[in-house]
């Protein structure tokens, strides 16, 4: 009798037990999402931001361009103009909307960065401004200030509304994904209307229209349909790691992308810990293309050292053989390395795969193989040199430091140049030089900036 009434009461209170452990673990669950919720959402507001601003230095230096009549103060502005237009368009790519909805803003991007550079190349030769030049500078410019004023719309609309572009909460979804359509893919529509009215820069630069416009050379084989590139996404993510899988809407605009992809949007099973991950696979040949893994990183746990050799290792773990790391750049507790393809002893550039990397626990959280297939090809008719390094050097000033030498395919116009590249030190700053082996001229000069958060080129 004793012993059944023990029973009685232990029962209950094992369910009790277990309904309060319950509870409380799924209270944390909720406030775990609910600070990852918060963290995506500064991050993604964070970048918007930073877009507006770039976009806006973008403005105010093309305005100082057309006024200054000086040579060396345009160097100094178009060099500006140039990194800003390129940081905006980094900043953009990171954004939660498809490539697709940002065709045109991104080709209009690429034109204020290359068209300044072919600019400073003239002023570098002592060539003013032409009629013609300041223009398409004026128009550049114009087309800037729309953009500044879709932002600010945007801007606005945002924080007018509950809209969290990362939210977490399932019952919020369907809203949030009506918001996102609304007001953030509409704005960014709007921006790429007024952007498809910037007309064709006739310049021979890397990020010519002509060279947008070039079919990708890295891609071979049939089309591939949206289930067979979601069987690619699901593998290339890991099949175990996907909960669920949904492809993205292509947009209006699909068809101004350099390289078509169908986009996917994978919830990972293990979802307390992993926020949503978005990919692109081509539609031709079926590669991953690009993938962003949007979980925040609270804190730095391994090395760079230790994250570039998960890099390059994840690299070879998809097929990426061959590749070397130039340059990273740490960020919000993560970096993202640049690296590219030798063959033969040679460094080619254009060949360049971005690999992201979480510093708590060395997980691969970004990869941008955009540049690798529209370049990459098998046998690549590499010239022999026709000059020794010996002689390259001779086009160098004498009191250029040279720590390192090596060849490099660089990418020039619609070409690929091979050239001597001399690393080192003049006036206690670090540059790069690169002479052409087949003629000695010089081809181009960097100058690299180092700080804690890694290595910068200009």
Same mark, same amino acid.
């Given at each position: ?88 368009? =980094? ?66 609309? *945002? ?44 310049? =021979?630069?890397?990020?010519? =229209? ?101 890099? *390059? ?146």
């Amino acid at each position: 009798m004793n012993g059944n009434r023990r029973r009685w009461w232990i029962a209950p209170s094992i369910l009790g037990l277990i309904l309060i452990l319950a509870i409380g673990w799924g209270y944390s669950e909720y406030r775990d999402k609910n600070k990852l919720g918060v963290a995506l959402e500064n991050h993604y507001q964070r970048l918007f931001f930073d877009v507006k601003k770039h976009v806006e230095n973008v403005q105010v230096n093309l305005s100082k361009a057309l006024v200054s009549q000086s040579r060396d103060q345009n160097v100094l502005l178009l060099s500006q103009i140039m990194n800003e237009a390129y940081f905006a368009q =980094d900043k953009l790519g990171q954004m939660p909307i498809t490539h697709a909805e940002t065709a045109k803003t991104e080709k209009f991007l690429n034109q204020v960065a290359d068209y300044s550079y072919d600019l400073i190349q003239s002023h570098l030769k002592g060539q003013p401004l032409t009629m013609e030049q300041r223009e398409a500078l004026a128009n550049l410019r114009g087309n800037s200030a729309t953009f500044n004023q879709e932002l600010a719309k945007l801007q606005s609309e *945002l924080s007018d509304r509950t809209f969290l572009m990362g939210s977490l909460n399932r019952r919020q979804s369907k809203k949030v994904q009506q918001a996102n359509e609304k007001i953030l893919q509409t704005s960014i529509g709007n921006i790429e209307k007024n952007m498809a009215k910037t007309p064709e820069l006739i310049y =021979d630069g890397p990020f010519s =229209d002509q060279m947008i416009n070039k079919k990708p050379v890295g891609l071979t084989g049939k089309n591939i349909s949206k289930a067979e590139a979601k069987k690619v996404a699901k593998q290339f993510f890991g099949d175990k790691r996907v909960k669920k899988i949904t492809a993205f809407e292509e947009g209006e605009n699909a068809s101004e992308v350099r390289i078509p992809s169908h986009t996917f949007n994978i919830e990972p099973t293990n979802a307390s810990k992993e926020l949503a991950v978005y990919m692109g696979v081509t539609k031709q040949g079926g590669k991953v293309l690009w993938m962003a893994n949007a979980r925040p990183v609270s804190k730095a746990s391994i090395s760079i050292k230790e994250a570039q050799e998960k890099a *390059l290792k994840y690299l070879d773990g998809k097929g990426f053989k061959n590749m070397e790391p130039n340059y990273y750049l740490k960020y919000d507790n993560t970096v993202l390395f640049n690296l590219v393809y030798k063959e033969k002893d040679v460094t080619i550039y254009p060949d360049l795969v971005k690999v992201k990397v979480a510093l708590d626990n060395g997980e691969i959280v970004g990869f941008d193989a955009s540049s690798y297939y529209l370049n990459h090809r098998e046998n690549r008719n590499i010239e022999n040199v026709k000059i020794t390094a010996e002689e390259a050097r001779d086009g160098i000033r004498v009191d250029f430091d040279i720590d390192s030498i090596r060849l490099a395919l660089i990418p020039k116009g619609k070409e690929e140049v091979l050239c001597y590249e001399f690393k080192g030190k003049y006036d206690d700053s670090d540059y790069i030089i690169y002479i052409n082996a087949l003629n000695g001229e010089e081809e181009q000069i960097l100058q690299i900036i180092k700080n804690e958060n890694g290595t910068l080129t200009f």
